[in-house]
């Protein structure tokens, strides 16, 4: 058998070192995600809020001074605790309040349920057995209540393992500010690292440029979705406490998390709107009210689309597909990365389109 030639031996080489080298860093790839997995969405809502952040964080930091970057980051975590404590703490004691309020109710038998009105045997298809439960519980409720223990228990467990969940879900949030308040700290060299990083993944012409489209996109999510949302809590929210409607906080914050999912405030106003109608006089208050309200819950419908494509070069559909997909599969976190990497996905390919070969023509020849 004859030997090798020198240059197939040394391609060999060549290719088994590649192979391994490759393996190796895969390898190690595999275990750096490992690793960080655990950390992804903190970090992922880290730099989130350090981008929609970061000018309120320049302005601060000016007015500041010397050391104004860490004071101003300091300073930004502080207002976010503040405002996001005050609202959960108001909510927890109405809660608590009410929980010891059924619970004086049910020890001093003041729990009566008033007997159904012979109509509602009635009504088709549900009024024979809505009839019976309704007469049980006005007669027995104690037995009526022991007959659904095991459904009541079920609920009750499933209601505090999503309070629960949601309650990680606000520390988890927390931390991402404080860790947001130190990436703007060190926002310049961060967004350095970010323009080098985009360099060598695409080039160094369209790094600055899909840099500042990923930053651009995130705050426009931000003004387009979330902060539409704060400002429809706001004004449905005073409406409410305006015309003293039971529980008015928590439907505010109904309304805020809501306008997040992108679902209608008018889930929450017209049933609000009709109980102000059912239980009290008609008055010019309550018309004025209404429509106060009923228009409050709308103004979604006139905003987004004047600012989710806000300053952003990629139009304002991608935005919001990208947001609503990203939503639909990521959750909340979705809503901004999907956008994102939709809008760099669009100008990526119309970069490519616009990267002729140089054998073709400008431009299309006119049929």
Same mark, same amino acid.
Request: glycine share 8%.
């Given at each position: 058998?004859?030997?090798?030639?020198?240059?197939?031996?040394?391609?060999?080489?060549?290719?088994?070192?590649?192979?391994?080298?490759?393996?190796?860093?895969?390898?190690?790839?595999?275990?750096?995600?490992?690793?960080?997995?655990?950390? $992804?969405?903190? /970090? !992922?809502?880290?730099?989130? @809020? %350090? &981008?929609?952040? =970061?000018? +309120?964080?320049?302005? *601060?930091?000016?007015?500041?001074?010397?050391?104004?970057?860490?004071?101003?980051?300091? $300073?930004?975590? /502080? !207002?976010?605790?503040?405002? @996001? %404590? &005050?609202?959960? =703490?108001? +909510?927890?004691?109405? *809660?608590?309040?009410?929980?010891?309020?059924?619970?004086?109710?049910?020890?001093?038998?003041?729990?009566?349920?008033?007997?159904?009105?012979?109509?509602?045997?009635?009504?088709?298809?549900?009024?024979?057995? *809505?009839?019976?439960?309704?007469?049980?519980?006005?007669?027995?409720?104690?037995?009526?209540?022991?007959?659904?223990?095991?459904?009541?228990?079920?609920?009750?467990?499933?209601?505090?393992?999503?309070?629960?969940?949601?309650?990680?879900?606000?520390?988890?949030?927390?931390?991402?500010?404080?860790?947001?308040?130190?990436?703007?700290?060190?926002?310049?060299?961060?967004?350095?690292?970010?323009?080098?990083?985009?360099?060598?993944?695409?080039?160094?012409?369209?790094?600055?440029?899909?840099?500042?489209?990923?930053?651009?996109?995130?705050?426009?999510?931000?003004?387009?979705?979330?902060?539409?949302?704060?400002?429809?809590?706001?004004?449905?929210?005073?409406?409410?406490?305006?015309?003293?409607?039971?529980?008015?906080?928590?439907?505010?914050?109904?309304?805020?998390?809501?306008?997040?999912?992108?679902?209608?405030?008018?889930?929450?106003?017209?049933?609000?709107?009709?109980?102000?109608?059912?239980?009290?006089?008609?008055?010019?208050?309550?018309?004025?009210?209404?429509?106060?309200?009923?228009?409050?819950?709308?103004?979604?419908?006139?905003?987004?689309?004047?600012?989710?494509?806000?300053?952003?070069?990629?139009?304002?559909?991608?935005?919001?597909?990208?947001?609503?997909?990203?939503?639909?599969?990521?959750?909340?976190?979705?809503?901004?990365?999907?956008?994102?990497?939709?809008?760099?996905?669009?100008?990526?390919?119309?970069?490519?389109?616009?990267?002729?070969?140089?054998?073709?023509?400008?431009?299309?020849?006119?049929?």
């Amino acid at each position: 058998m004859s030997a090798k030639p020198p240059q197939r031996e040394a391609l060999s080489a060549s290719v088994l070192d590649a192979l391994i080298r490759a393996g190796l860093i895969a390898l190690l790839v595999a275990f750096c995600f490992r690793i960080f997995h655990p950390f $992804l969405n903190l /970090l !992922l809502w880290s730099v989130i @809020l %350090a &981008v929609m952040l =970061y000018p +309120l964080h320049r302005r *601060l930091a000016r007015r500041l001074g010397q050391k104004g970057d860490g004071r101003a980051g300091t $300073l930004i975590v /502080l !207002l976010g605790i503040a405002v @996001l %404590a &005050v609202p959960v =703490y108001l +909510l927890g004691m109405s *809660l608590t309040d009410s929980a010891h309020r059924a619970m004086e109710l049910v020890k001093a038998d003041g729990l009566h349920v008033p007997p159904p009105p012979d109509a509602v045997a009635t009504w088709p298809l549900v009024g024979e057995r *809505l009839h019976a439960f309704w007469l049980q519980a006005a007669t027995d409720l104690t037995g009526l209540a022991r007959n659904f223990a095991p459904q009541v228990k079920e609920v009750s467990l499933t209601l505090l393992s999503k309070m629960a969940k949601v309650g990680i879900g606000l520390l988890m949030f927390l931390a991402a500010l404080v860790i947001a308040g130190i990436v703007m700290a060190y926002g310049a060299a961060g967004h350095n690292s970010a323009i080098r990083i985009c360099a060598r993944i695409f080039s160094s012409e369209k790094a600055l440029h899909i840099t500042e489209l990923c930053t651009a996109t995130i705050r426009a999510v931000a003004q387009g979705v979330v902060g539409i949302a704060f400002a429809q809590m706001l004004l449905i929210g005073i409406g409410f406490v305006a015309m003293d409607i039971p529980g008015a906080g928590l439907l505010a914050l109904v309304v805020l998390v809501f306008g997040i999912l992108q679902l209608p405030a008018t889930l929450v106003t017209l049933p609000v709107i009709i109980y102000v109608f059912a239980t009290r006089d008609i008055s010019a208050g309550t018309v004025v009210f209404a429509v106060y309200v009923f228009v409050a819950g709308l103004i979604d419908n006139v905003l987004k689309p004047l600012l989710l494509g806000r300053g952003v070069d990629v139009p304002m559909p991608v935005i919001l597909v990208g947001a609503l997909g990203g939503m639909i599969t990521d959750g909340i976190i979705g809503l901004f990365v999907g956008p994102v990497v939709l809008a760099v996905a669009y100008e990526l390919f119309w970069q490519w389109v616009d990267d002729r070969p140089a054998h073709l023509p400008a431009e299309p020849p006119v049929p």
